[in-house]
């Protein structure tokens, strides 16, 4: 099992930003791909972002495109979610996750939640309009 810790969210104003950060501990990440993604109750998880670790590469979906930026910190073993602009529809919980078995983030529809291993607890962010 790899504990990832999610922090960061909270509640802001439409327009407003937040970082997202995602703690894995017991392991280094140099070489995995690090995963985000939100789910609204009723809703599927949706994938936002993906980083690969070992060559820097990143993938972004349409929700985050132009808005988030995903980052990452070897030596903190943390990858952070860096949200700008943000709107009430962006509320939703957010978790990050970890691909062990190295199902890449290049597609262009990655991250795809069932190439994912170890999950957070997830952090709750809420945009108020």
């Known amino acids: 099992e790899v504990p990832l810790v999610e922090s960061g969210g909270g509640l802001v104003q439409t327009g407003g930003s937040l970082r997202l950060s995602c703690e894995a501990s017991?392991?280094?990440?140099?070489?995995?791909?690090i995963g985000w993604f939100r789910q609204t109750p009723g809703k599927d998880r949706e994938g936002l972002s993906c980083?690969?670790?070992?060559?820097?590469?990143?993938m972004y979906q349409t929700p985050a495109k132009g808005r988030f930026t995903i980052s990452g910190d070897k030596s903190k073993t943390t990858v952070y979610l860096q949200m700008n602009n943000l709107k009430p529809e962006d509320s939703a919980v957010y978790y990050c996750a970890v691909d062990l078995k190295g199902y890449g983030c290049y597609r262009r529809d990655q991250p795809r939640y069932y190439e994912f291993d170890y999950w957070g607890q997830g952090t709750q962010v809420t945009v108020s309009s």
């Open positions: 980083i690969n670790m070992g060559d820097g590469k990143t």
């Open positions: 017991g392991i280094t990440i140099d070489d995995y791909i």
